[in-house]
Antibody
Framework: QVQLVESGGGVVQPGRSLRLSCAAS????????MHWVRQAPGKGLEWVAV????????YYADSVKGRFTISRDNSKNTLYLQMNSLRPEDTAVFYC??????????WGQGTLVTVSS | QSVLTQPPSVSGAPGQRVTISCTGS????????VHWYRQLPGTAPKLLIY???NRPSGVPDRFSGSKSGTSASLAITGLQAEDEADYYC???????????FGTGTKVTVL
């Protein structure tokens, strides 16, 4: 069965960096694009970034463009999100999700990132 | 500041039918498919409807989706207590060159 497990969340000071990981199993990881989606406490879902199956193409939400970088290692079945220059408004649960066409068919359980001094 | 607008909440008695609307524009719903997700309290979202009206395996036929012009809707018939959750629509927006979610709707079973 498809399984996505995020890790790397935690408490970080404003302006610092953090890297999230998403370990995938149960499917051929290198065949699928992958998304990061976040949800601020008590708020709705916000799409963050997407990467193509081969890692060659990435797109970002305007709110994170230039600060966040999505990448993947298909040899390790792992998706990453490098987050730099973090702001308090980046505080959220970050989910990785598998891309199937124009939607997200499987989601991980999420990892909480708290940006606070 | 989502570009897809949903009612904040809808409610119904067990067994009733409720509908959730999702309103967008020509750059998103008017041009691309709509998908729906359900998020039970404290859990990750789960795909409920894809391609406007298709149900993934395992989703009961009590859930149905439709799209017309720049709006879409999700209907839940035979409402059950376990349907209490947050529901989100999602599409792609060509003006933003990105994926967009609706504002979310909380369904309450009375």
């Amino acid at each position: 069965q498809v399984q996505l497990v995020e890790s790397g969340g935690g408490v970080v000071q404003p302006g610092r960096s953090l890297r999230l990981s998403c370990a995938a199993s149960g499917f051929t990881f290198s065949n699928y694009g992958m998304h990061w989606v976040r949800q601020a406490p008590g708020k709705g879902l916000e799409w963050v970034a997407v990467i193509s199956y081969d890692g060659h193409i990435q797109y970002y939400a305007d709110s994170v463009k230039g600060r966040f970088t999505i990448s993947r290692d298909n040899s390790k079945n792992t998706l990453y999100l490098q987050m730099n220059s973090l702001r308090p408004e980046d505080t959220a649960v970050f989910y990785c999700a598998r891309a199937d066409g124009w939607y997200m068919d499987y989601w991980g359980q999420g990892t909480l990132v708290t940006v606070s001094s | 500041q989502s570009v897809l607008t949903q009612p904040p909440s809808v409610s119904g008695a067990p067994g009733q039918r409720v509908t959730i609307s999702c309103t967008g524009s020509s750059s998103n719903i008017g041009a691309y498919d709509v998908h729906w997700y359900r998020q039970l309290p404290g859990t990750a979202p789960k795909l409920l409807i894809y391609g406007n009206s298709n149900r993934p395996s395992g989703v009961p036929d009590r859930f149905s989706g439709s799209k017309s012009g720049t709006s879409a809707s999700l209907a839940i018939t035979g409402l059950q207590a376990e349907d209490e959750a947050d529901y989100y629509c999602q599409s792609y927006d060509s003006s933003l060159s990105g994926y967009v979610f609706g504002t979310g709707t909380k369904v309450t079973v009375l």
